[in-house]
């Protein structure tokens, strides 16, 4: 199976309870991807799963082609996968500049470096001395998806990253991920904003009640329709 | 003393630099100045304990762990001399380096099992621990010399050095000041290197970290030896001046005053553990010629030192040092 990230018949949750309902997706390189659903749909049990920390029932779940048997919470980014939280996950002690540091943990070699990101968010290297959490909550979000693109990732998943955002720096947001993925950087994004997705998406999966309840590609379809589906 | 953790290699400034070598001018001029035999050997056993602390902050600080048995990597040493250098196997200074590499290895394994667990839970296994090579020190008496302790036999020359210079007060402030120097330097360079950073960060938040890719057992477990090697260090040095050993040195009492000074200096630096083993010690000493109640006392302190400095006197001295911000466990110190 050529794909960066796949879900096959996926079904997962947490402590006894599933919250996926035979979830399938495939996400190639280079492709962007959105997951979308409203609050509780298990968007982010999605997320949770490859991280090894909603328990698979059942399904199967690929990373790089390889089925992945034990998901640890560390074996998706050493893939090549890198993961930005709900809720950024900025380390609280640590300066920006230390932050982005830790964000090349699996040691890949490719385009993106300090000063890399640095020019991508220019904002950063100015503050790259200040204490992570005392960034604004846009520049947090800049920082979180600047430390993911430290790990030079094949497949840059982002979890609600709109949340919380003003709309000016969820635009300036959009062009940027909409530029990651003109270079080659497959995305998933798992999203309610329909602007965001829209703009970034190529291909969309709406969840509902842990299933996917329609897919398609985002060109054929308008933002009218999507919130139709996600209001299904 | 500073280094870049984030440039990859260590950057030592000049004025970290000549701060450092007036710290570690401090110990060898005050063993010329003082006069005093018994202020001399107060400093020196003071600088042991300050060793001690030290090795106890730097799990706190970097582990954000609090341990209750650290006594027994300070005693374990002195042990593992006290029982080997009679057999004669091997050179003595191979013996001392043995025993601090057995212990650092011991702490290390040891630790792959323990810091999986956090809070109440790890403290409570520390204690354990710490107790468990108490009970084998008292009850494996024909080693260790049971509740009698064990006398050590030293040879006339360590190191090239007379005995004398390690049991003299005067030349043993030296030489345990030195070391304390060299361990603070470890302290700080691992504070400031690449893998400070990421213990810190685990510290901070284990999870966040392993979603970055990393593993964070050995990071954690290799922490916890660094700080029992450091412990360790300070108990070689309390062995080599004493020429003795006892069960009270691995006691988890001998852990808690470890642990006071660390939480009475602040352990979010690395000096914060040794400034406030030096308070402790000479609190101790001043009140307990007044009082046989010193322990009160210390109580006492402790409790308005964690009320109104609740990170100890780095605090106090970050709180005189308006706009620096704290590095790190300011959560834990």
Do not use: C
């Amino acid at each position: 199976m050529n794909s960066l990230l796949a879900f096959e018949n996926v079904e997962s949750g947490y402590g006894n309870a599933r919250i996926l309902h035979g979830v399938s997706f495939v996400i190639a390189p280079g492709e962007s991807v959105a997951i979308l659903g409203r609050n509780g749909v298990g968007k982010s049990t999605a997320v949770n799963t490859m991280l090894g920390i909603a328990r698979l029932f059942a399904g199967d779940v690929y990373i790089q082609g390889r089925r992945t048997t034990s998901l640890r919470h560390y074996t998706a980014a050493r893939a090549g996968i890198a993961v930005v939280v709900q809720g950024r996950g900025i380390l609280p002690n640590l300066t920006v500049r230390e932050n982005l540091i830790l964000g090349g943990a699996a040691n890949r070699r490719g385009h993106w470096t300090l000063e890399r990101v640095f020019e991508l968010y220019p904002v950063l290297a100015e503050r790259a001395n200040s204490a992570g959490t005392a960034l604004s909550g846009g520049q947090q979000q800049m920082l979180a998806i600047g430390r993911a693109l430290m790990a030079n990732p094949d497949l840059l998943v982002l979890d609600e990253p709109s949340e919380g955002l003003a709309p000016v720096i969820i635009d300036e947001m959009a062009e940027v991920l909409r530029r990651l993925s003109a270079d080659g950087t497959a995305i998933l994004l798992i999203e309610q904003n329909l602007t965001l997705v829209e703009r970034v998406a190529d291909i969309f999966h709406v969840l509902s009640k842990g299933r996917v309840v329609e897919h398609g590609r985002t060109e054929h379809t308008s933002a009218a329709d999507l919130q139709k589906h996600i209001a299904i | 003393m500073e280094a870049d953790r984030t440039g990859g290699g260590a950057v030592v400034t000049v004025p970290g630099l000549l701060l450092f070598a007036g710290f570690a001018l401090v110990g060898p001029a005050a063993a010329f100045l003082v006069p005093s035999t018994l202020i001399q050997s107060l400093l020196t056993q003071a600088t042991i304990y300050a060793i001690f602390a030290l090795g106890v902050g730097i799990l706190i600080r970097q582990n954000g762990m609090v341990s209750f048995g650290h006594a027994a990597f300070f005693g374990l040493p002195a042990y593992v001399i006290g029982a080997v250098l009679p057999l004669g196997l091997m050179p003595p200074e191979l013996i001392i380096i043995g025993g601090l590499a057995a212990t650092a290895l011991m702490a290390f394994l040891v630790g792959l099992v323990i810091v999986r667990v956090h809070g109440i839970a790890f403290g409570m296994l520390t204690l354990a621990i710490g107790q468990a090579v108490y009970e084998a020190a008292t009850r494996l008496r024909g080693l260790t010399g049971g509740h009698d302790g064990l006398s050590l036999d030293l040879p006339r020359f360590l190191f090239g050095l007379p005995l004398k210079t390690f049991q003299q007060p005067g030349s043993m402030l030296i030489v345990t000041w030195l070391v304390l120097a060299l361990m603070l330097a470890v302290a700080f360079l691992f504070a400031k290197s690449r893998y400070g950073l990421l213990s810190e960060a685990i510290r901070d938040n284990e999870e966040r970290v392993r979603f970055l890719g990393y593993r964070t057992l050995v990071p954690r477990a290799l922490t916890f030896a660094l700080s029992a090697l450091v412990t360790a260090a300070g108990g070689v040095l309390f062995a080599l001046y004493n020429a003795f050993v006892s069960p009270e040195t691995v006691h988890w009492t001998a852990s808690g005053s470890a642990l006071i000074m660390a939480i009475l200096g602040g352990a979010s630096a690395p000096w914060g553990p040794v400034a406030g083993a030096f308070t402790y010690f000479f609190l101790k000493e001043a009140v307990g010629s007044f009082t046989t109640h010193w322990l009160s006392i210390i109580g006492v302190s402790l409790i308005v030192v964690t009320v109104v400095f609740p990170a100890g006197l780095v605090g106090l001295f970050d709180r005189l040092r308006p706009g620096n911000r704290s590095q790190g466990a300011a959560n834990v110190g």
